[in-house]
């Protein structure tokens, strides 16, 4: 909740406590994981009152061609260059490859970023695929029933053949984790390759009505139901 206030990192609210610095109600906490009441608990630090800052959720369709990150060293454009206007530092939930184009969630909800992001939490994610060749039943049978990565097999998918054109299949995939580029290393691992990657859905958001390097703000009933998921 201090991170929250605007107030300063996590790290920073972690050494102000073991510092004695801050206090719940007028009393000093001493352990991180102290439970706070945004609704009813006064937080201090050094005595003066932290206001909450006002959570935000922004559902942003990016570009391929954009990092997922606050600043690139190599000067690239990066997913904040399109949130001018979010007044808040929201940090991205998760992230997209710099060629993958599509649906980015943003939050100062830590709480529900790291859910979100956790291993444990299966939300869905949705992507529609073009593969670099044709791809048989048996190649999409092997997406959907798991592949064996470096880091593990993954788990079973949901995979849904679009068309077929010319040398190429559009597919569509839906994924309950999220590992680094898991999407290119699995169709890497039946033998194809990515061309073309747009996530359209992570849970019950979709890019439905957001236009390309365009942001929205979630609505309270996506936000209550992506928690409710956690
Ligand atoms: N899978 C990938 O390979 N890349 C992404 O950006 C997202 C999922």
Known sequence: MISQSGAGSRTDARKWIAAGRVAVNGVVVRTPDHWVDPARDR????????????????????????????????????????????????????????????????????????????????????????????????????????????????????????????????????????RNRQVRRMVEAVGSKVLKLVRVRVGVVTLEGLEIGKYRLLSANEVRTLNKKS
Request: overall charge negative; charged content about 30%.
């Open 43 to 178: 937080l201090t630090l050094d005595g003066r009152a932290l206001e909450q800052e006002e959570r935000v959720y922004v559902a942003l369709y990016k570009p391929r061609g954009y990092v997922t990150t606050y600043k690139d060293p190599d000067g690239r454009p990066t997913v904040y260059d399109l949130l001018s206007g979010v007044r808040q530092f929201v940090g991205t939930v998760g992230r997209l490859d710099l060629d993958t184009s599509g649906l980015l969630l943003l939050t100062n909800d830590h709480g529900l970023a790291d859910r979100l992001t956790s291993p444990e939490h299966h939300v869905e994610k949705e992507y529609l695929v073009k593969a670099a060749h044709l791809l048989t039943d048996e190649q999409l049978n092997q997406l959907r029933s798991g592949v064996t990565l470096d880091d593990g097999p993954t788990r079973p998918a949901k995979v849904k053949r679009l068309r077929d054109s010319g040398k190429y299949t559009h597919f569509e995939i839906t994924l309950a984790e999220g």
